[in-house]
């Protein structure tokens, strides 16, 4: 009985690690991947990116901004607007699903101030894909993650 054990826990590990392919081909792949993306003009291009990549780059770029501050982004996503009444100020961002839509990472974006919402803004929710200048700023005590000099388009 225990050699039967033994098999089956041998198998397991067998299975589970023998796909995971050599760990140099892995770490290759992943990070050029995650990497910046140099599609055209943008250091990172998401919106060509499978939904989990998307996802992860945007919760990577919460976690470490001071890796992505200065780079281009591109990104597609649905628009969503928030007016937050202690501030009396209004707060633009695009929402990036994970792969099985449960969760959402927003990327906040400045287009500037020619632009009054709600006239020059799709409706919430509308399809976008927004480009602009990867930076943060500190409001309060908190920081936070932008795209300044941003540009949007409806899709």
Sequence with gaps: MKKLAFAAVLCLCTAIFGGCGSSAESADSSSSAVSEVKK??????????????????????????????GKSIKVTG????????????????????????????????????????????????????????FDTYNEGEARYCILKNATLKRE
């Design 78 to 133: 649905n628009f969503n607007a928030f007016h937050d009444e202690t501030t009396d100020k209004t707060y633009f961002a695009v929402l990036i699903a994970d792969a099985t839509a449960c969760c959402q990472q927003g990327l906040e974006f400045d287009l500037g101030s020619s632009f009054s919402y709600p006239d020059d803004y799709p409706p919430q929710n509308a399809l976008i894909t927004v480009t602009g200048t």
């Design 40 to 69: 055209g003009e943008f250091d990172y291009d998401l919106s060509t990116m499978s939904s989990t990549m998307v996802f992860s780059t945007v919760s990577n770029m919460m976690i470490s901004p001071e890796s992505y501050i």
